[in-house]
């Protein structure tokens, strides 16, 4: 698992990055303790969670006036 966060940061401070890389270790350890279902529960609620940023990363665009014109 990468450990480099590639998603946008609100304010991009050096604690924030700090933070986001220990979540993602933290994650990276506690998968590996994980049986295959259960990786596979994580999988679908992980995908749920990215859909539903990005639909309301558009749905902020949407309501732009006139972005679509």
Sequence with gaps: MN??????MD??????LISVAELQ??????LQQLSP???QV???FAAYLANAE??????????IPGLLE
């Design 3 to 8: 450990t480099t966060d590639s998603s946008p």
């Design 11 to 16: 304010d991009g401070s050096s604690a924030d």
């Design 25 to 30: 270790q933290q994650l990276n350890d506690l």
């Design 37 to 39: 279902e259960r990786l």
């Design 42 to 44: 994580l999988t679908d």
């Design 54 to 63: 990005s639909e309301a990363a558009t749905q902020e665009l949407l309501a």
